[in-house]
């Protein structure tokens, strides 16, 4: 058990979709120096109500670091809860998870990135 949580608000500025997957790429590719295991992104949810474009296109660039396995995984902020079988796995990774505000709260604007 043990692991490190990182919070990294991606939306801070207000700055375009390909600037916040930047800071995505940071984050993640310097993750590992400073021991970090997992990443808790907040990005919004869009001010329209409807997703915002830092939220859908971040979403769909963790799905392709998955795929190619540069990732383990990430738990879109709707399903972050106790009920739900791959935040229990992060738990493992990561037991400070346990203790994150945004638990059960199915908070659309955070993704929750396992590294």
Same mark, same amino acid.
């Given at each position: 058990? =043990? ?5 990294? @608000? ?7 979709? @390909?600037? $916040?997957?930047?800071?995505?790429? *940071? @984050?993640?590719?310097? $993750? %590992? ?5 997992? !990443?808790?992104?907040?990005? %919004? *949810?869009? &001010? &329209? =109500? ?10 769909? *660039? ?7 396995? +540069?990732?383990?995984? #990430? ?5 972050? &809860? !106790? #009920?739900?079988? +791959?935040?229990?796995? $992060?738990?493992?990774?990561?037991? +400070?998870?346990?203790?994150? &505000? ?6 659309? %604007? !955070? ?5």
């Amino acid at each position: 058990m =043990g692991g490190l949580l990182r919070e990294v @608000n991606i939306k801070q500025g207000m700055p375009i979709v @390909n600037d $916040a997957i930047k800071r995505v790429t *940071y @984050n993640i590719k310097n $993750a %590992g120096p400073m021991g970090v295991t997992v !990443i808790k992104l907040i990005h %919004g *949810y869009g &001010s &329209s =109500g409807q997703g915002g474009g830092i939220r859908t296109e971040t979403r769909k *660039y963790l799905e392709r670091l998955k795929s190619k396995r +540069e990732i383990k995984g #990430f738990i879109i902020g709707e399903n972050f &809860s !106790i #009920f739900d079988e +791959e935040t229990r796995k $992060a738990f493992l990774v990561c037991d +400070e998870l346990r203790k994150d &505000s945004d638990l059960e709260r199915h908070n659309n %604007g !955070i993704t929750i990135v396992i590294l």
